[in-house]
């Protein structure tokens, strides 16, 4: 909804505005849209995927968090077509990154035992530092 409380009728309109409430409220919360880490987003119709995967890449531009969507049957209230929670991290438990091939701890090189370590680590860390944001006015 809008500051107003308002909802729109289509669902581009809520996807859109979701995201952009979602982006107001980890910055008015100090964080910056980087510190995102996780996405969950539920949909009522499977048929708005792709038009939801097009806004989520224009809004969030090069910011690629962990995502989780699920289609539902409803949301709380009948006329809402989408819902987007977002997951921030601040600190060097973010900077955390493991690709194939590749594991960094702050730009260093490790080895596979210390990425193993690492890995269970920041899903530990991650659990624990988890930033639960309400943005009542959202």
């Not at 505005?17 to 107001?24: D, H, K």
């Not at 708005?48 to 699920?70: C, E, H, K, W």
Request: charge should be negative.
């Amino acid at each position: 909804a809008d500051r107003d409380r308002k909802i729109p009728k289509d669902f581009e309109a809520q996807a859109e505005l979701a995201f952009q409430n979602l982006i107001a409220c980890i910055h008015e919360s100090g964080f910056d849209l980087q510190d995102l880490v996780k996405v969950t987003v539920l949909l009522t119709r499977a048929g708005d995927i792709a038009a939801y995967r097009q806004i989520r890449d224009r809004m969030l531009g090069n910011v690629a968090p962990a995502s989780t969507l699920m289609i539902v049957a409803g949301l709380a209230a009948p006329e809402l077509l989408v819902e987007v929670e977002g997951v921030v991290v601040q600190g060097p438990i973010a900077k955390l990154s493991a690709t194939p091939g590749e594991v960094k701890w702050l730009g260093r090189p490790l080895g596979a035992d210390t990425a193993e370590v690492l890995a269970e680590v920041r899903a530990e860390v991650r659990a624990a530092a988890r930033a639960e944001v309400s943005c009542e006015n959202q």
